[in-house]
T-cell receptor
Framework: DVKVTQSSRYLVKRTGEKVFLECVQD?????MFWYRQDPGLGLRLIYF???????EKGDIPEGYSVSREKKERFSLILESASTNQTSMYLC????????????FGPGTRLTVL | KQEVTQIPAALSVPEGENLVLNCSFT??????LQWFRQDPGKGLTSLLL?????REQTSGRLNASLDKSSGRSTLYIAASQPGDSATYLC??????????FGGGTRLMVKP
């Protein structure tokens, strides 16, 4: 079974802190994704990566950066957390083909105070 | 820009009913359409994936259809059970390998 794990289920940070969210997949997938999910706004793509050290901006990249130094690991970085980044963050991974579904992690609920 | 809409936003049915969830999308140039299930506070679980060249996919009590030319998909759930209660999301895969999600349908199946 594909497994996508995220470093924390719940996280509370202060405004201005640097925040790291980590995601690890065990299926040698090429693609990895970070989404945020908010009531009324649905799931929105922040960044995705199609290979090590490669990244593409999604719909809402402002205020975020990402890092993919190894194929299995994709990190989302909030350089200076703000209250409007309080959200549920979901990581996903998939193979490179159009027949490949995305597999999601359990999510990290981040609260920025 | 692709937009995906799901109707209804919420649905409550008695156990045993057959039901249909609807999904529509604005740009028919898709590679595939996927249906996911999300339980409260959890991640998404893939249910069905329909390639753009396919018309439908089935898995157990679930059947998803795709009409690419009209920009519509339906998810049919037969003989619903309380365990089916969840939010159901559809998403389309466009060029650039990005999924665009609908807002979801929150389903409650009452015993």
């Amino acid at each position: 079974d594909v497994k996508v794990t995220q470093s924390s289920r719940y996280l509370v940070k202060r405004t201005g802190e640097k925040v790291f969210l980590e995601c690890v997949q065990d299926m040698d997938h090429e693609n990895m994704f970070w989404y945020r999910q908010d009531p009324g706004l649905g799931l929105r793509l922040i960044y995705f990566s199609y290979d090590v050290k490669m990244k593409e901006k999604g719909d809402i990249p402002e205020g975020y950066s990402v890092s993919r130094e190894k194929k299995e690991r994709f990190s989302l970085i909030l350089e200076s957390a703000s209250t409007n980044q309080t959200s549920m963050y979901l990581c996903a991974s998939s193979g490179a083909g159009t027949t490949d579904t995305q597999y999601f992690g359990p999510g990290t609920r981040l609260t920025v105070l | 820009k692709q937009e995906v809409t799901q109707i209804p936003a919420a649905l409550s049915v008695p156990e045993g009913e057959n039901l249909v969830l609807n999904c529509s999308f604005t740009d028919s140039a898709i590679y595939n359409l996927q249906w996911f299930r999300q339980d409260p506070g959890k991640g998404l679980t893939s249910l069905l994936l329909i390639q753009s060249s396919q018309r439908e996919q089935t898995s157990g009590r679930l059947n998803a259809s795709l009409d690419k030319s009209s920009g519509r998909s339906t998810l049919y759930i037969a003989a619903s059970q309380p365990g089916d209660s969840a939010t159901y999301l559809c998403a389309v895969l466009n060029a650039g390998n990005m999924l665009t999600f609908g807002g979801g349908t929150r389903l409650m199946v009452k015993p």
